[in-house]
């Protein structure tokens, strides 16, 4: 799956895992992007859409 939304180019973030003992290791945050159907140029095509564009309403959906 895609990791970085087409509309914003959100993408993953980097960081470190800190444990209780404050140990670290390496992590990635990942968007919550979904495969959605959308509506460009008047044809409908789909693209790897993360939800806060879909929430505010940055891309048409396709129904």
């Known amino acids: ?3 970085y939304c087409e509309i914003c180019s959100k993408g993953v973030v980097s960081g470190n895992k800190v444990s209780h003992s404050h140990r670290t290791s390496k ?3 990942a968007p919550n992007v979904q495969r959605v159907r959308v509506i460009e ?3 409908p095509t789909r693209k790897y859409v993360c939800t ?3 929430r505010s309403g940055k891309v ?3 129904v």
């Open 52 to 54: 806060r564009c879909l």
């Open 1 to 3: 799956m895609a990791r």
């Open 60 to 62: 048409e959906r396709y």
């Open 27 to 29: 992590r990635i945050w």
């Open 41 to 43: 140029n008047g044809t």
